[in-house]
């Protein structure tokens, strides 16, 4: 079975497509806990991911993964432990992980 963002499986509401509920997900106010552009950039890994024929645990791993990474880096920066030329290097370089 391919699984596109249009599958339909069984959510905690009912039937929904994966499709609706990243929209659902990117319409969801989580700014007490995450910063929505946060949740966005994760939101759009997962479905690039999808469309690109992952499975949908497989893509959420892969942009759980990304954003901790990212995350991690930025931290690292901003509390001086890198300079700015290892950021760059180190988010262009896990941009690249990603599939393509």
Request: proline share 3%; glycine share 4%.
């Amino acid at each position: 079975m391919e699984i596109t963002l249009d599958v339909r499986f069984n959510g905690t509401r009912g039937p929904i497509t994966l499709r609706e509920a990243v929209q659902q997900l990117r319409e969801h106010d989580l700014a007490c806990t995450v910063a929505a552009d946060v949740v966005d950039q994760k939101v759009t890994i997962f479905a690039d991911c999808v469309e690109r024929g992952f499975t949908p645990l497989r893509s959420e791993i892969m942009a759980a993964y990304y954003a901790a990474e990212r995350d991690a880096t930025t931290e690292a920066f901003d509390r001086g432990l890198i300079t700015r030329a290892e950021l760059e290097s180190k988010h262009a370089a896990l941009v690249r992980q990603l599939p393509a």
